[in-house]
C-alpha cells in the first residue's frame, strides 16, 4: 500500500498556530501567570523589608523630664504713690489768691509759704484792733493809778470807802478790757496769718492747683499735693493663692514702663483682706526716692519667695482642657498615655511643674493634642529640659 503525502496544504484548512483567538488565549494566560508570580513574591519579601503597619504608627518627638533648682516668683502689679500723701487747701477764711510761690516739683520746707491770698480787707482789721488794744492799756494804767492815790489817801478820810471801791472796780474793768482787746488782735492776726498757705512738713509739692485770682475757700479742692519727705512707694496688688507667700521684709526688684533699669524695694505692708470681687490683697512696697519714680507711673515688682526643686518643660507641651492641665507621655510599651499635671508658673524658658512627673518620664514636647491614649507611638528623643 502506498501512501501519498501532499506537500502543501489545502486551501481550505489552517494551522493551530495561525488561529488568533488561540494566541490571545495564550497571551492572556501568561500574563495572568506572571502577576500571580510578582504577588507572591511581594508576600514572601514583605515581612523582612517592609512589616505590615508599620508606615501607621506616627514618629514624636519626646524629652526626659529634668528637675533643678528653679525660682518661684510672685509678681506684684501698680502704681508708684507717694508714701504720706498731704492734700493742702486754705484754712479760716477764703479769698482771692493774689500769688502763688512754688510749682509742681518743688521741694519745700516745713512753714514755707506755697501761696497768698488776699489782705485787702484783714490788714486794715488787724491794724483797728492793735490800736483799740493800745488805747485799752493807756485806760487800764490810767485806772490802776488812780486806785493807787485813792489808797493811799484813804486812811486820812479825803475819800470815802464808796470811791476807793469805785476806782478799784474800774482798774478791774479797764485790764479786762485790755485782755479782751488782745484776743481780739490775737484772733485778727492768726486770720491774717491763714490768708498765707504754709507746707505743713517737708518734702516735694507734687500737683499744684491754684492759679492767681483764683477764688480758695475752706472745704474745696486742694491747691495742692505734698509729698511728705519725698518718700514714694509701689501700691499694687496679688493674687490671693500668692499672698501668703509673702513677707514683711523682704526684697524686690521694681520695674517701670520705658525704663531698663530695675529700682531695689522692700515690702513693708501687706493688705488685712482680700478684695471678695477681684480676689486680690493689696501690698506696698518700700522704694527710695529717684528721679523716675514718679507718682502715677505704672509698675511690677517681682519677689522670689523660693528656689524650690522644680520640672520645667517646653510651654508646648503642657495641655489643657476642661479636667485641667496634662501632658502626653509615652509609656514603656511605647504607647501615649495622658498624665495630670499641676502648674507652679511659668519662667523664660518654659513652664514649671509642681506635681505629676517623675524623672523617667517621656513627654511628649508637640502636637500632644493630636494623639489618642493608647496609641502607639515612635519616639525621638530631643535636648533634655526646655
Known amino acids: 500500500m502506498s501512501i501519498t503525502i501532499d506537500s502543501e496544504p489545502s486551501s481550505g484548512s489552517r494551522s493551530w498556530v495561525d488561529d488568533k483567538p488561540v494566541r490571545w488565549a495564550l497571551i492572556a494566560l501568561f500574563v495572568v501567570f506572571v502577576g500571580i508570580l510578582a504577588w507572591r513574591l511581594l508576600a514572601i519579601l514583605r515581612p523582612h523589608n517592609s512589616p505590615a503597619g508599620q508606615n501607621a504608627i506616627p514618629l514624636v518627638s519626646v524629652t526626659s523630664v529634668g528637675v533643678s533648682a528653679a525660682p518661684t516668683i510672685v509678681s506684684i502689679t501698680g502704681t508708684i504713690s507717694a508714701r504720706y500723701d498731704i492734700p493742702i487747701g486754705v484754712e479760716g477764711d477764703g479769698g482771692r489768691v493774689a500769688k502763688v510761690l512754688v510749682e509742681a516739683g518743688d521741694r519745700v520746707k516745713r512753714g514755707q509759704v506755697l501761696a497768698r491770698l488776699d489782705v485787702s480787707v484783714l490788714a486794715p482789721q488787724v491794724a483797728s484792733l492793735d490800736a483799740a488794744l493800745e488805747q485799752a492799756r493807756a485806760e487800764a494804767d490810767l485806772a490802776k493809778a488812780e486806785f493807787r492815790r485813792a489808797e493811799g489817801v484813804s486812811a486820812s478820810g479825803a475819800l470815802s470807802a464808796e470811791e476807793t471801791q469805785r476806782r478799784k472796780s474800774a482798774a478791774i474793768t ?137 520640672a520645667i518643660l517646653p510651654q508646648s507641651s503642657v495641655l489643657t482642657d476642661d479636667k485641667g492641665n496634662y501632658v502626653m507621655i509615652v509609656n514603656v510599651q511605647g504607647k501615649v498615655e495622658r498624665r495630670a499635671v499641676r502648674v507652679a508658673g511659668t519662667v523664660s524658658n518654659g513652664v514649671l511643674i509642681a506635681s505629676g512627673l517623675s524623672g523617667s518620664d517621656r513627654v511628649v514636647t508637640t502636637a500632644g493634642a493630636f494623639l489618642q491614649e493608647g496609641e502607639p507611638v515612635k519616639v525621638q528623643f530631643t535636648k533634655s529640659g526646655p
Open 174 to 310: 479797764a485790764e479786762a478790757k485790755v485782755r479782751v482787746a488782745a484776743a481780739q488782735l490775737a484772733e485778727s492776726r492768726a486770720r491774717l496769718g491763714r490768708a498765707e498757705v504754709r507746707a505743713p512738713a517737708d518734702g516735694m509739692i507734687l500737683t499744684r492747683a491754684v492759679e492767681v485770682g483764683q477764688t480758695a475757700t475752706p472745704g474745696g479742692a486742694p491747691l495742692f499735693r505734698l509729698s511728705e519727705g519725698g518718700e514714694v512707694e509701689l501700691r499694687g496688688q496679688v493674687a490671693e493663692q500668692d499672698l501668703p507667700l509673702l513677707k514683711l521684709g523682704q526684697k524686690t526688684s521694681v520695674r517701670l514702663t520705658g525704663i531698663d533699669k530695675a529700682f531695689d524695694g522692700e515690702i513693708r505692708l501687706l493688705g488685712a483682706v482680700i478684695d471678695p470681687q477681684t480676689r486680690l490683697g493689696s501690698v506696698r512696697v518700700a522704694l527710695k526716692s529717684a528721679p523716675n519714680l514718679r507718682p502715677g507711673a505704672f509698675a511690677r515688682a517681682d519677689v522670689v519667695v523660693s528656689n524650690a526643686e522644680r
